[in-house]
């Protein structure tokens, strides 16, 4: 399984899940250390939304703490179901403090054979 570490702080515009089909092929982790470090210990949610879809779909909750700074992300079958375009969110919450990160597009490619 691929890994890729993303920093909260330094998100791509983009990024790949992979090609339409696969499964726990790629593993993304999101790195929340410095919202730990500005808001204190919270609650981050990943979502994800295809063009296509018409509301999105909650991928994985973690509680972020200084023990535990990472959000992982295992792209599933049912991400990469059909070659698309979308987009992805982490909402970090403190108590009252709800602070969002900037939206990722995802691009899963095409696949010869099914």
Known sequence: ?????LNISL?????ILGNKGENKAREYFF????YLKLYGAGRATLYYK?????????????DITE???LLPWVVSNTDTSEESRGYCQIKYTVDS???LSDTI??????ALSD
Request: charged share 30%; glycine share 0%; proline share 3%.
């Open 1 to 5: 399984m691929k890994k890729v570490y």
């Open 31 to 34: 790195d929340l250390n410095d």
């Open 97 to 99: 403090i709800v602070k």
């Open 11 to 15: 998100l791509p515009k983009e990024i």
């Open 50 to 62: 295809r063009f296509s879809d018409e509301t999105a779909t909650i991928i994985n909750t973690v």
């Open 105 to 110: 597009i995802t691009v899963v490619k095409k």
């Open 67 to 69: 023990n535990n700074s």
